[in-house]
Protein backbone atom coordinates (compact mmCIF):
# COMPACT_ATOMS: atom_id res chain seq x y z
CA UNK A 1 0.00 0.00 0.00
CA UNK A 2 1.39 3.48 -1.12
CA UNK A 3 1.48 5.96 1.72
CA UNK A 4 2.83 9.80 0.63
CA UNK A 5 3.95 11.87 3.82
CA UNK A 6 3.94 15.61 3.28
CA UNK A 7 5.96 17.93 5.27
CA UNK A 8 7.50 21.93 5.40
CA UNK A 9 4.28 23.98 5.42
CA UNK A 10 3.87 27.30 7.60
CA UNK A 11 3.46 30.56 7.45
CA UNK A 12 5.79 32.83 4.95
CA UNK A 13 5.61 36.55 4.56
CA UNK A 14 4.69 37.51 0.56
CA UNK A 15 7.93 37.30 -1.69
CA UNK A 16 9.17 34.10 1.00
CA UNK A 17 10.23 31.06 0.36
CA UNK A 18 9.07 27.95 0.92
CA UNK A 19 9.85 24.01 0.10
CA UNK A 20 7.44 21.35 0.54
CA UNK A 21 8.45 17.95 0.72
CA UNK A 22 6.48 14.54 -0.22
CA UNK A 23 8.13 11.41 1.36
CA UNK A 24 6.76 8.18 -0.60
CA UNK A 25 6.45 4.11 0.74
CA UNK A 26 5.90 1.65 -1.74
CA UNK A 27 7.62 1.03 -4.94
CA UNK A 28 6.37 4.11 -6.99
CA UNK A 29 9.95 5.64 -7.31
CA UNK A 30 9.61 5.93 -10.92
CA UNK A 31 5.75 6.73 -11.02
CA UNK A 32 4.62 10.48 -12.35
CA UNK A 33 4.24 12.41 -8.71
CA UNK A 34 2.08 15.71 -8.38
CA UNK A 35 1.09 19.07 -5.89
CA UNK A 36 -2.36 20.19 -5.81
CA UNK A 37 -3.80 22.48 -3.67
CA UNK A 38 -6.92 23.51 -2.35
CA UNK A 39 -7.67 26.92 -0.81
CA UNK A 40 -11.04 27.65 1.52
CA UNK A 41 -14.00 27.49 -0.94
CA UNK A 42 -12.27 26.71 -4.08
CA UNK A 43 -11.53 23.40 -6.22
CA UNK A 44 -8.16 21.48 -6.18
CA UNK A 45 -5.73 22.44 -8.61
CA UNK A 46 -2.99 21.22 -10.00
CA UNK A 47 -0.10 22.95 -9.54
CA UNK A 48 2.90 20.58 -10.94
CA UNK A 49 3.27 17.22 -11.99
CA UNK A 50 6.83 15.67 -12.98
CA UNK A 51 6.29 12.44 -15.26
CA UNK A 52 8.53 8.96 -15.06
CA UNK A 53 11.35 10.73 -16.91
CA UNK A 54 11.53 13.90 -14.96
CA UNK A 55 9.64 15.77 -17.30
CA UNK A 56 7.67 19.00 -15.40
CA UNK A 57 4.73 20.80 -15.90
CA UNK A 58 3.44 24.10 -13.96
CA UNK A 59 0.31 25.80 -13.56
CA UNK A 60 0.41 28.90 -15.06
CA UNK A 61 -0.29 30.97 -11.65
CA UNK A 62 3.29 29.72 -10.27
CA UNK A 63 5.54 29.05 -13.82
CA UNK A 64 8.82 30.81 -12.77
CA UNK A 65 8.12 30.54 -9.45
CA UNK A 66 8.12 26.97 -8.21
CA UNK A 67 9.99 23.70 -9.02
CA UNK A 68 9.12 20.78 -8.76
CA UNK A 69 11.59 17.98 -8.52
CA UNK A 70 12.23 14.36 -7.73
CA UNK A 71 15.15 12.38 -5.11
CA UNK A 72 14.76 8.35 -6.12
CA UNK A 73 16.77 7.42 -4.03
CA UNK A 74 15.25 8.90 -1.23
CA UNK A 75 11.61 8.32 -2.77
CA UNK A 76 11.09 12.02 -2.07
CA UNK A 77 9.14 14.55 -4.41
CA UNK A 78 9.97 18.29 -3.54
CA UNK A 79 8.14 21.50 -4.36
CA UNK A 80 10.68 24.59 -4.26
CA UNK A 81 8.08 28.07 -4.07
CA UNK A 82 9.79 30.94 -4.36
CA UNK A 83 8.26 34.72 -4.33
CA UNK A 84 4.74 33.46 -2.72
CA UNK A 85 2.19 35.47 -3.28
CA UNK A 86 -1.29 35.39 -0.61
CA UNK A 87 -3.09 34.00 -3.31
CA UNK A 88 -0.59 31.18 -2.83
CA UNK A 89 -2.38 30.41 0.71
CA UNK A 90 -3.79 26.66 0.73
CA UNK A 91 -3.07 22.91 1.67
CA UNK A 92 -0.86 21.73 -0.72
CA UNK A 93 -1.21 17.89 -1.63
CA UNK A 94 1.17 15.35 -2.98
CA UNK A 95 0.15 12.82 -5.42
CA UNK A 96 1.04 9.75 -7.07
CA UNK A 97 0.02 8.40 -10.32
CA UNK A 98 -0.49 5.79 -12.86
CA UNK A 99 1.59 5.42 -15.75
CA UNK A 100 -1.23 7.00 -17.70
CA UNK A 101 -1.46 9.85 -15.69
CA UNK A 102 -4.71 9.31 -13.35
CA UNK A 103 -4.09 10.12 -9.77
CA UNK A 104 -3.56 7.18 -7.88
CA UNK A 105 -3.71 8.55 -4.38
CA UNK A 106 -2.83 11.64 -1.92
CA UNK A 107 -1.09 12.84 1.48
CA UNK A 108 -2.68 14.17 3.61
CA UNK A 109 -1.56 17.57 2.80
CA UNK A 110 -0.15 20.81 4.44
CA UNK A 111 -1.25 23.99 5.09
CA UNK A 112 0.75 26.52 3.69
CA UNK A 113 0.01 30.29 4.59
CA UNK A 114 1.54 33.51 2.79
CA UNK A 115 0.44 36.51 4.88
CA UNK A 116 2.06 39.88 6.19
Known amino acids: QVQLVESGGGLVQPGGSLRLSCVAS???????MGWYRQAPGKQRELVAVITSGDTTTYADSVKGRFAISRDRAKNTVYLQMNSLKPEDTAVYYC???????????WGQGTQVTVSS
Open 26 to 32: GKIFNNP
Open 95 to 105: SWHSSSGNVRG
